[in-house]
């Protein structure tokens, strides 16, 4: 590989990076509910990512290829359970965001720690379309290339997951 072909693709890697990196942490946090886990899927993920732009692959749709790398990631953890450390929000690891802020923003984001808690109710599939589409702001078309699934489907789950998850909220409540 020539100087140039390298610095050009340092060039598009940190373009990418800049423009998804938080997008990807935020996403494995709905995942994991881990910020070490996250942070480590995360840099995994921009590793994978770079072996494929020097290899020299065609990447057309990068953003589609970075979630569904962090997604097969995230299942591979799952896998490797064992080796997983249990951290979750419960856990207090977060708390230092919600001690200094006025009473409004607690409660915001002690709502959305209940949401993204509830969300874990529903099944696997309807929560990733749920959180693409809503957390990560991913259109329909670009849910079904990164899962691998038509449009129809997808706009199936996320009406029937929104469905699902407003009863889980009414339940919640109760």
Known sequence: MKKTDRQQYNDQFMEYYEKYHNDIFRFCMVKTRSRSKSLEITQETFMKFWEYLIKGDDIKQERSLLYRIASNLIIDSYRKKKDILV???TAGEYEHHV?????????????????????????ELSREIITLRFINDF????????????N????????????QLRKIIENYEK
Not at 99 to 111: P, R, T, V
Not at 154 to 161: A, I, M, P, Q, T
């Open 99 to 123: 001690k200094y802020d006025d009473s409004q923003k607690q409660e915001d984001i002690l709502d959305g720690r209940i949401i993204i808690d509830l969300l874990h109710e529903l099944p």
């Open 139 to 150: 259109s329909i078309s670009e849910i079904a290339k990164t899962i691998k699934r038509d």
């Open 87 to 89: 951290e979750d929000f």
């Open 152 to 163: 129809k489907t997808v706009s199936v789950y996320l009406h029937r997951g929104i469905k």
